[in-house]
């Protein structure tokens, strides 16, 4: 797994996907030294082996599970993902701010899913408005644990970026509250059905 941001949403990011889906090797970069360093004791406390890269610019080609928080007043990652990656993109919740290079995020649109927390994506999504997508077309949270939309359905093997906001509750949280029934796995919002499925996620790089 790589972190892009090591404040208070990398952290509980990270403490989200060890409980959740047992990741035990973590790659965080920051801006700083120190907060990443701080982020990477924290995760071997937790039982996951961390280290602090200068550049993550190689990652996304590489790990399934990429996360970005970061200030968003800049790219962070111009790196094109891997074909079954999980991107949690965080931080840019303005149509100013940016974490990810339009090239990538029309890369992932294109071959694989995007969906937004909620309907305020079209109008605040960075990520997506600086791509030139039509951000009312990604399913929201909600569309995908009602299972409302085709689109909520990626193709499998598929990369999925989640556009999520540093204000929501957890993982979409303020969504899922005003969800209802929810009749999709959750693990298929997180996670691509092949990743997940190919070998414990213990075993591999993530």
């Given at each position: ?6 404040g208070?949403?990398g ?5 989200a996907f ?8 973590v790659?965080i970069a920051?801006h ?9 004791t924290?995760?071997?406390?937790s ?7 200068d550049?993550?610019?190689p990652?996304?080609?590489h ?10 007043q ?16 965080v931080?840019a ?6 974490e990810?290079?339009p090239g ?8 694989g899913?995007?969906i ?5 994506a ?8 600086q ?10 949270l909600r ?14 093997p ?12 957890g993982f979409?949280?303020?969504a899922l509250?005003h969800a209802g029934p929810?009749r999709?796995p ?20 993530l």
């Open positions: 797994m790589l972190i892009v941001g090591a208070v949403q952290r509980a990011h990270l403490e060890i409980a959740g889906f047992d990741v035990r090797d790659r920051s700083t030294r120190a907060s990443p360093e701080a982020l990477a924290h995760a071997r406390a039982g996951a082996q961390s280290t602090v890269v550049d993550p610019n990652a996304p080609a790990h399934p599970l990429l996360l970005t928080c970061t200030s968003a800049a790219v962070a990652l111009h790196g094109l993902t891997r074909s079954d990656a999980f991107v949690a993109a931080s919740f303005t149509p100013q701010m940016v990810w290079a990538v995020v029309r890369a992932i649109a294109a071959s899913t995007i937004v927390d909620t309907r305020d079209d109008h605040e999504a960075g990520d997506l408005l791509a030139g997508l039509k951000v009312s077309a990604p399913a929201t569309d995908v644990v009602r299972d409302d939309r085709s689109q909520a359905r990626a193709p499998i598929a990369s999925m970026m989640f556009k999520r906001w540093p204000g929501r509750l979409g949280g303020g509250r929810i999709t959750i693990k298929r919002l997180s996670i691509p059905r092949t990743t997940l499925d190919k070998e414990p996620l213990h075993a591999r790089r």
